[in-house]
C-alpha cells in the first residue's frame, strides 16, 4: 500500500514538474560539429553600422583641400581661358606716360628748330590752320634770331598735361639774352598724330 503510494506520489510528481515546463522555449541543441544553418540575407542596413560605413566613405576635410580634382585643375590651365585685362591691355597709366614723353620731344624738337635757325621745321609740328596763322610771325621771329645769332634756353616748368578738351598743354620758361618769359603750349592728336594747336607768351 505504501510503496502503491510513492508510487503515485512520483507520477503526480513528474506530472506537476511537465505541467510548470509547458510553453517555455527547449534548451539549444548541443553542438554537434555540423555547420549552421545558413542566416536569411539582410534587406536593410543595421543601424548600429551605418555610421562606421559613411565615416569611412567620406572623404576627410584636409585631403579634400590638399589634393584638388582634375577636373578643377583642368579648367584654371585651359588655353580657351580669356586672359586677364591686365595682361591683355595696356594700363591707362602707361598709355599717359607714353603720350608725355612724346609731346616731351616735341617740345624739344620745336624749340631746337628755332636755335638752328629752321622756320620750316618748327612750322610743320603745327596743326594746319595754325600753322597758316603763325606762318609769317614764326619766319619774322627765326629771322631776327638768326640775325643776332641769338640761341634761346627753354625748360618745362609743368609737365603735360590732359586739359578739359582732351588736349595737353604744358608752361614752359623761355631764356633770352635779355629777359625771361613763360609760354604756353597746347597739343591735340589729329589723324593719329600730336600737334601743336597754341603756341605764345603769357601776359606779364
Known amino acids: 500500500m505504501l510503496k502503491r503510494q510513492i508510487v503515485l506520489l512520483g507520477a503526480m510528481a513528474v506530472l506537476a ?20 544553418a545558413a542566416l536569411p540575407t539582410p534587406t536593410a542596413l543595421d543601424p548600429a553600422t551605418a555610421p562606421t560605413a559613411t565615416a ?55 624749340w631746337g628748330a628755332f636755335n638752328d635757325y629752321d622756320p620750316d621745321s618748327a612750322l610743320s609740328m603745327l596743326e594746319e590752320s595754325y600753322r597758316a596763322l603763325e606762318d609769317e610771325l614764326i619766319r619774322s621771329d627765326i629771322g631776327r634770331m638768326k640775325l643776332f645769332r641769338v640761341q634761346l634756353d627753354v625748360s618745362e616748368e609743368t609737365p603735360p598735361t590732359l586739359n578739359a578738351d582732351g588736349d595737353y598743354e604744358t608752361y614752359l620758361s623761355l631764356k633770352t639774352p635779355i629777359d625771361s618769359r613763360t609760354v604756353l603750349m597746347v597739343f591735340r592728336r589729329i589723324d593719329g598724330q600730336w600737334q601743336i594747336v597754341f603756341s605764345d607768351e603769357l601776359p606779364e
Open 17 to 36: 514538474v511537465l505541467l510548470s515546463c509547458r510553453g517555455e522555449p527547449s534548451p539549444a541543441p548541443l553542438n554537434t560539429g555540423s555547420p549552421p
Open 56 to 110: 569611412a566613405t567620406a572623404p576627410s576635410p584636409a585631403t579634400a583641400t590638399a589634393r584638388p580634382s582634375a577636373t578643377a585643375v583642368q579648367v584654371r590651365l585651359s588655353p580657351t581661358d580669356p586672359p586677364s585685362t591686365a595682361t591683355a591691355e595696356p594700363t591707362e597709366a602707361v598709355s599717359r606716360e607714353e603720350e608725355v614723353a612724346e609731346i616731351g620731344r616735341m617740345v624739344e624738337t620745336y
